[in-house]
């Protein structure tokens, strides 16, 4: 069996999977939960309906790694004899800045230039450091590595698109440029979606549309990214579960001053407290927001149309910058389930060529299918977005095989 363990590493939460690349199965999945605090573990083996869930100790991403270990290779949950049966590990990284434009092999130096882009993605890419370090530790030694970068899909758009109307020197001293995020989403959900409509993707100018709890929007041009929604960081484009989206910048120097607040507290309320959450007083969920919205609250009432509003503007603005649109996907937990959403934003598109079957619209929910009508110009289509496995068919390639 070809095995590799994708891993996907926060500040204090250690996301796995393992898959088997023969037939791309997922053998044990779950999440190694409040590192540094206390610690939980939940661990799954798809195939066998087997689950559990339980407190251990876990200081450190090191001791997470090896309760990983214990449950993949020991007790009732075992799926394997030893960790020398895993080909390689694929981490998912979030900021690769300008330095990485594709999946490369770990060594300690990769490790450094990772650690090294923690000031501009603090919450991300050092927790990332410790879990490379950790696992390097707790695997066999020789255990191939390959990190797998959010921001390497957008590194193929034109200065154009990525860079603010602030001094260069910012750009050139800072790194202050968009980066885009979601790279890894929308580079599995674009190809898959050329595969189904039987086109090669070189051919095809696609609107991408990633709607969960974070969203972005990318404009996929002959399978290369060439403009999209999030920044600097994941904070910009369209409003969020609870981040805020694009927003004059005067007004956040406004609101940081009316409310005494420091850059980090400024942040954290643009981070945590704003977007659905924010502006409805309901909730982050998308699903809390359509529910209260068919109750007849009204912050609810805007707060989804402004998201239907803002994606629209996207979609519009991205067939200009491509000069047309073949194609729009939705993707992530509100563009694969939420009928709602995908509904209101194709409304009224006629000009674009844009229309939706509102009967497989209904009916679609977490699956690949075709929503446009056969007299739609451009088809719609829901994609489920698969980032783990994209991440391990990256490892596989990089280490040869
Ligand atoms: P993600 O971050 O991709 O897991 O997406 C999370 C978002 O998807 C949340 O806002 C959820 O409310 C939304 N979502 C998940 N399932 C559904 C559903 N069945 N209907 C509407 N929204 C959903």
Same mark, same amino acid.
């Given at each position: ?45 798809? &195939? ?10 876990? @200081?450190?991403?090191?001791? *997470? ?34 330095? =990485? ?19 501009? *993605? ?17 695997? @066999? ?70 709607? !969960? ?18 920044? =600097? ?98 993707? !992530?937990?509100?563009?694969?389930? &939420? %009928? ?12 674009? !060529? ?26 719609? %289509? ?20």
């Amino acid at each position: 069996m070809n095995l590799v363990l994708v891993v996907n590493a926060g500040s204090s939460s250690l996301k796995y999977q393992l898959l088997n690349m023969d037939d791309e199965s997922v053998i044990a999945k779950g999440n190694c939960d409040r590192i540094g605090i206390d610690g939980k573990l939940s661990y799954k083996v798809p &195939s066998r309906g087997y689950a559990v869930d339980e407190d251990c100790v876990f @200081p450190t991403h090191t001791e *997470a790694f090896e309760k990983l270990v214990e449950v993949l290779t020991t007790g009732e949950g075992k799926v394997i004899d030893s960790m020398s049966e895993i080909s390689a590990v694929g981490h998912r990284i979030v900021q690769g800045a300008e330095i =990485f434009d594709k999946a490369c092999l770990v060594t300690e130096e990769i490790i450094e230039q990772i650690d090294g882009l923690s000031e501009l *993605a603090p919450v991300h890419n050092h927790p990332h450091a410790l879990a490379l370090r950790a696992c390097t530790k707790v695997l @066999p030694k020789g255990t191939p590595q390959v990190v797998v970068f959010d921001t390497a899909f957008h590194q193929t758009m034109p200065p154009k698109a990525y860079l603010f109307g602030l001094p260069y020197e910012d750009y050139e001293k800072l790194h202050v440029r968009k980066y885009g995020f979601h790279g890894t989403s929308h580079r599995f959900v674009s190809k898959t979606l050329a595969e189904a409509m039987g086109r090669d993707v070189k051919d095809l100018k696609i609107v991408s549309c990633h709607l !969960g709890n974070g969203s972005s929007i990318t404009a996929v041009d002959g399978g290369k990214s060439v403009d999209t929604s999030m920044g =600097f960081t994941p904070l910009d484009g369209i409003i969020m579960g609870t981040r805020c989206g694009a927003v004059d910048p005067s007004a956040v120097t406004y609101v940081m001053e009316k409310h005494g607040f420091t850059p980090h507290e400024m942040s954290q309320y643009m981070n945590k407290k704003s977007g659905f959450l924010g502006l409805s007083g309901v909730s982050s969920d998308n699903r809390d927001i359509q529910e209260a919205v068919l109750k007849g609250d009204e912050k609810a009432a805007i707060t989804s149309d402004i998201l239907q509003y803002q994606i629209k503007k996207y979609i519009g603005a991205y067939a200009a910058a491509m000069n047309g649109l073949d194609a729009v996907l939705f993707t !992530g937990g509100i563009g694969e389930n &939420s %009928w709602e959403v995908r509904e209101a934003v194709c409304e009224n598109m006629e000009y674009f !060529g844009i229309k939706i079957d509102s009967a497989l619209n209904h009916a679609a929910r977490g699956k690949l299918v075709k929503l446009s009508t056969p007299d739609s110009k451009v088809e719609v %289509w829901v994609v489920p977005t698969n980032e783990e496995l994209l991440i391990a068919r990256d490892t596989l390639e990089v280490i040869g095989k």
